[in-house]
DNA sequence: ATGATCGTTCGTTTTTTTCTGAATCGACCC
DNA sequence: GGGTCGATTCAGAAAAAAACGAACGATCAT
């Protein structure tokens, strides 16, 4: 029905704060009929009393005091959006707030993000790396324009987003040179007592590589598994074993990991979704984002 | 100057939502005018555009997204309010919701509160438990009516609340019956190689006691320390050590814990507060409590 | 009792908000 | 280019909401 009078709640935050209605029509600079009037409105429109009588003046009631707490939080958001919308940067800077899923290549997200500032230099971005569930409620609150992650948003769920598929990258085994040079002949028999790093099970990539392993015939030795993908890619640097990652990347992670590849997982491959907030007016650059989707992507990210 | 107009936020809200103005019309149940001229008013006040145009249509501004995350959390709130009071129980019953501070013994707060109960039948308790900072900032969120500490409320702090002191209880040392059998003898200078479990520094309970030993010339040995009172005395009941606890509740710790007093802790007391909101209503079980204040109290709570 | 304080209730007035209708403008579609 | 759609602006009229003045009850202090 009506949704709920803002105004008649603000009376009703006051009195209960000054603690009269006379006090409140004071600082309200209204005559005290006025707020008597509007606060029985309220109560009607809530079907509950919100004061009783109390001697002459008047106490909280039960529902009240309930009110009174979710009134304490609504004027208190009410003035920080005042003050975030006037104090909001004047340079007229895009801000595209992301959401990185912890388990998807940084190198990845990089790559296509990177794109979105390219095409038009006035944007900023502000990355946030998170859970997959934690991001999503962050994008609900409107805390995030977009969120990339490796699988679609659940649709069954209570939260209005819409997923969008960014792109499928071919993905392959890396190593450090040395473990590079003992199992690339043979690849990818030659695995099957290598020391593998993985994704833990919480991320659809793994699922799949432990299915191409079966298809193989190897069964490696998973020496690793992490949630973050940097850090797994960190500890490949460093020699402790092989580790997945998108073709795509060869060449970033020949500069900055030091690692080659060994060889390609045929039908593995890793997906990334752009999740962004059902609403019609959507963040330019997250359309942007979307609209790049599915043509050429590879190419373009691994010449970044 | 003039706060915020929630309803020209609301309409706000609804285009962001919706898409469109013309949209936003058609579900509100207005002109498109009135929201196109109401906008204009909301984006003045505020001082930034809201919206800017494109295509023929309009996109959220950074100001607009800004304020739209605000504006979702506010209006999700003010249907919480609503659900809220709706739902609250019929029963007019009164509801005490009532912070303890970890320090204070629980047996402590049960006998302040329930003497608030048996004044007034129709009182319903429900207890939080956390520590003194969480329970402030509860306090002021209007979540808790009251919070039972051992410490007044910081005077310079930036919350609006007030402490009343409650009572004074003087303190002694209990243990189980072979440790007080032990230790009774020669108190207190038995005590110098005697287990004692004491609260963490934390508390101000733990510097009275490390003073009283100076004053007493006894270096217990303190093996252990306690951030929850009811956990020290849960392994004093044991026989881990020896603790202290407020002398008027030896009938109950006697009945419960299966202790005995050792002997007094002279000058050290327990101080008990009661911290409440500041705002003349108050709750009209918190008036009774902060009223019963430092009469008798002691014998009060012992015949609990 | 008496005056002062506080909240409520009635009408009435004032202010605010909204509606109608028409005109303009820019962007898009064919 | 013509037609459509969406947003904006303006005017006057209508409706809704808010505010006020005055009178009334209840409570408390003295």
Redesign the interface.
Same mark, same amino acid.
């Given at each position: 029905m009506t949704?709920?009078n &803002?105004?008649h *709640? +603000?009376y009703f935050w006051v009195v !209960? +704060?000054? @603690?009269?209605i006379t #006090?409140a029509a004071g600082r309200l600079g209204v005559a005290v009929q006025t707020i008597s009037g509007q606060l029985s409105l309220l109560e009607r429109q809530? @079907?509950?009393a919100?004061f009783t009588s109390?001697g002459r @003046?008047?106490?909280?009631?039960?529902?009240g005091? !309930?009110?009174? @707490?979710? %009134?304490?939080? =609504? &004027?208190e958001?009410?003035?920080? *959006? /005042?003050e %975030? /919308? $006037?104090g909001?940067?004047n340079d007229?800077?895009? $801000?595209l707030r992301a959401g990185i899923s912890d388990g998807i290549p940084k190198l990845l997200a990089y790559g296509l993000l990177s794109r979105v500032t390219a095409m038009n230099g006035n944007v900023r971005l502000i990355c946030d790396e998170s859970e997959f569930e934690d991001l999503l409620a962050d994008l609900? *609150? +409107? #805390?995030l324009?977009v969120v990339l992650t490796d699988r679609p948003a659940p649709v069954g769920g209570n939260l209005k987003v819409f997923s969008t598929h960014l792109g499928e990258f071919a993905t392959g085994l890396f190593a450090n040179a040395e473990l590079a040079a003992r199992y690339r002949p043979g690849f990818p028999h030659s695995l099957a007592d290598a020391p593998l790093l993985l994704p833990t099970r919480h991320h659809a990539l793994r699922h799949h590589i432990e299915r191409w392993c079966e298809r193989n015939g190897v069964r490696p030795n998973v020496v690793g598994e992490f949630e973050d993908s940097a850090l797994m890619t960190t500890f490949g640097r460093g020699g402790l074993g092989i580790f997945p990652a998108p073709l795509a990347l060869a060449g970033q992670i020949a500069a900055q990991l030091d690692a080659q590849p060994i060889g390609a997982l045929d039908g593995v491959s890793e997906q990334i979704y752009a999740i962004s907030n059902e #609403?019609? =007016? $959507? +963040?330019?650059a997250v359309e942007l984002l979307c609209a790049s989707g599915s043509a050429g992507e590879a190419a373009a990210v691994a010449g970044v």
């Open positions: 949704p709920l &803002f105004k *709640l +603000h !209960a +704060h000054e @603690g009269s #006090r809530l @079907g509950k919100l109390q @003046g008047l106490a909280l009631s039960e529902a005091r !309930a009110a009174l @707490g979710y %009134a304490d939080r =609504i &004027f958001l009410g003035d920080a *959006l /005042v %975030a /919308v $006037r909001s940067d007229n800077a895009l $801000r609900a *609150l +409107h #805390r324009d #609403r019609r =007016i $959507r +963040h330019p």
